[in-house]
C-alpha cells in the first residue's frame, strides 16, 4: 500500500512537471524554478529551502516561482538528480555520495574518518573560494553545486547493539549508492547493502537488511528508529548534502539574478546549519524517549583501526582526491592545535 501511494505520488508529480506544464516551464508569465529533496517538511535543509525560495521571490517574484517537492516525491536522489541533468528539473538536494560516478573528486567526502573534528569540517565546507572548484567539477555531466547543508556525523544502527566492529560481521547494512561507501561497510565487516533512501525503513522492518548508517535525524524524520533501536557513535563519516543546479538554468541567468540565487542559496545555508543544531538535540530525545532507541558510545579508535587502509587505498586508486585530502588534513590539524591552546 505505501508503495503504491509512492508510485502513484511520483507518477502525478512526473504528469505535472512533464505534462502540465509543458517544457517551458512558464506558468502565468513566470519561470517555474523546481527544486526536489529527499527529506519531510520539517527537516532543517526544507526550512533552508523555504528561504531560498523566500529570497528569490523577494527580489525576482515577478519573474520566478520557486517549488520544493520533498519526500522523494519527484525520485530517488539518484532519479532526481538525473532530472535536474536534463533540465527537467531545476534543483536538487543530494549527498556528495550521489555525485561520485558524475565527478571521482567527491569519493574525499566517503572517506572513513577524514575530518578529524565538526569544526574542521565546517570550516573546510564554509570555504566558499575553495569549494568552487570541486562544484564545478560535474559541469561536463550538466550540473553544477551552489552551496552545501549539515548532514551531521554518521553512525551505524541496527536491530541489534553493535558495540565493537566484530559485532557488524555478517550484518546486511544500508549504504548509498557510492563505490567508496560500499567499500568502507565491508572494510568494517559487515556486508554493505545499496538502496535509496526511501527503501531503508521497509527493508530494515522485513528484515532485508538489520541496520543502516546515517545522523540522528534518520531516526525521527524518517522514522527508521521505529524499526531499528540501537544506534552507536562510533562517527566515520561526515558527509555533506548539497545543492545541485542545472547548470543551462545558472547559465540563463543574468548576472544580477545570478548573484540573487547564489545568496538565496548562501542565506538557505544558513538557515539549514542553525536548524540542524537545534534539531539533533531534539531528534536525540525523541528517539530515547518515544521510540525506546538506546544510544550506545563505543570505543571509536576500535572502528578507526578497522579501517585504518581505506584512507590509504583510497588515495592510491584515485588521485583526483589528493588535492582536498592534503587540503582537509591542514585544517584537521590547525583546529586539532587550537584545541589544545
Ligand atoms: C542523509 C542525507 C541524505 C542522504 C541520506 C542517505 O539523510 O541527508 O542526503 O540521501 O542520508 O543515507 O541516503
Redo the contacts with the bound molecule.
Keep these: 500500500m505505501k508503495h503504491l501511494k509512492r508510485i502513484l505520488a511520483v507518477a502525478l508529480c512526473l504528469v505535472y512537471v512533464l505534462g502540465l506544464t509543458g517544457c517551458s516551464f512558464v506558468d502565468n508569465g513566470k519561470r517555474i524554478v523546481r527544486i526536489s529533496?529527499?527529506?519531510s517538511e520539517t527537516?532543517p535543509?526544507h526550512l533552508g529551502l523555504l528561504k531560498f525560495k523566500e529570497y528569490v521571490e523577494e527580489h525576482l517574484g515577478d519573474k520566478y516561482e520557486v517549488q520544493i517537492f520533498p519526500n522523494e516525491i519527484l525520485g530517488?536522489?539518484q532519479k532526481a538528480i538525473e532530472l535536474t541533468q536534463t533540465g527537467a528539473i531545476d534543483f536538487v538536494?543530494?549527498?556528495t555520495?550521489?555525485l561520485e560516478t558524475f565527478a571521482s573528486v567527491y569519493e574525499i567526502f566517503s572517506m572513513p574518518y577524514l575530518f578529524t573534528s565538526e569544526e574542521a569540517y565546517h570550516a573546510v565546507m564554509n570555504d566558499t573560494e575553495y569549494m568552487k572548484k570541486i562544484y564545478e567539477s560535474t559541469d561536463e555531466s550538466g550540473f553544477r553545486v551552489l552551496t552545501w547543508?549539515n548532514?551531521?556525523t554518521?553512525n551505524f544502527y541496527a536491530t541489534q547493539p553493535i558495540n565493537t566492529p566484530e559485532d557488524l560481521e555478517g550484518l546486511k547494512i544500508?549504504?548509498?549508492?557510492s563505490p567508496a561507501s560500499v567499500n568502507m561497510v565491508n572494510a568494517f565487516g559487515g556486508a554493505a547493502t545499496p538502496m535509496?533512501?526511501g527503501d531503508?525503513y521497509t527493508a530494515i522492518q522485513q528484515g532485508v537488511i538489520e541496520g543502516?548508517?546515517?545522523?540522528e535525524?534518520?531516526l525521527t524524520?524518517?522514522k527508521h528508529g521505529e524499526v531499528a533501536k540501537y544506534f552507536s557513535y562510533n562517527k566515520h563519516q561526515m558527509?555533506p548534502?548539497m545543492l545541485i543546479a542545472n547548470l543551462k538554468f545558472l547559465n540563463s541567468l543574468s548576472e544580477e539574478e545570478y548573484k540573487i540565487f547564489e545568496e538565496a542559496a548562501r542565506l538557505s545555508t544558513e538557515v539549514e546549519l542553525a536548524s540542524w543544531d537545534e534539531q539533533v538535540d531534539e531528534a536525540i530525545r525523541i528517539a530515547k524517549e518515544e521510540m525506546g532507541v538506546q544510544f550506545i558510545e563505543v570505543d571509536i579508535e576500535k572502528f578507526r583501526n578497522k579501517v585504518i587502509g581505506v584512507q590509504d587505498e583510497m588515495l592510491k586508486n584515485n588521485p583526483r582526491i589528493q588535492e582536498i585530502y592534503n587540503h582537509i588534513q591542514e585544517v584537521n590539524e590547525k583546529y586539532a592545535e587550537e584545541d589544545t591552546k
Design positions: 529533496h529527499a527529506q527537516h535543509e530517488s536522489a538536494v543530494a549527498g555520495a550521489n547543508y548532514a551531521g554518521r544500508r549504504v548509498q549508492q535509496g533512501f531503508v543502516a548508517e546515517n545522523n535525524l534518520a524524520n524518517n558527509v548534502d
